[in-house]
Nanobody, 117 residues
Framework: QVQVVESGGGLVQPGGSLRLSCAAS????????MGWFRQAPGQQRELVAE???????NYADSGKGRFTISRDNGKKSMYLQMNSLKPEDTAIYYC???????????WGQGTEVTVSS
């Protein structure tokens, strides 16, 4: 079973930056898409940024111009560079791979981001 480790969350002041990292323990077969999601308290989990099934990078409007998704060539690791952070970016951030295998989703354990002065 694939193990996923996330890191990089923390407390940051408004306007600051964080870089989230996510690494899978082994190569994931049949990747359809991969990306970052977040869930704020009392809210539904939402997409933040992704590499789509046709390898385009898509961003939620909330992060456009501030967030950048990247990954390694083997697609075992992905990153989310977050700049100009706002209090409304406070959430638990999850990385995930979706596969073509019956839509299987492999989730990271989540890393907490708190933006506060």
């Amino acid at each position: 079973q694939v193990q996923v480790v996330e890191s990089g969350g923390g407390l940051v002041q408004p306007g600051g930056s964080l870089r989230l990292s996510c690494a899978a323990s082994e190569t994931i077969i049949g990747i359809k898409s991969m990306g970052w999601f977040r869930q704020a308290p009392g809210q539904q989990r939402e997409l933040v940024a992704e590499f789509s099934s046709v390898d385009t990078m898509n961003y939620a409007d909330s992060g456009k111009g501030r967030f950048t998704i990247s990954r390694d060539n083997g697609k075992k690791s992905m990153y989310l560079q977050m700049n100009s952070l706002k209090p409304e970016d406070t959430a638990i951030y999850y990385c995930a791979w979706t596969t073509w295998n019956r839509g299987q989703v492999i989730w990271g354990q989540g890393t907490e981001v708190t933006v506060s002065s």
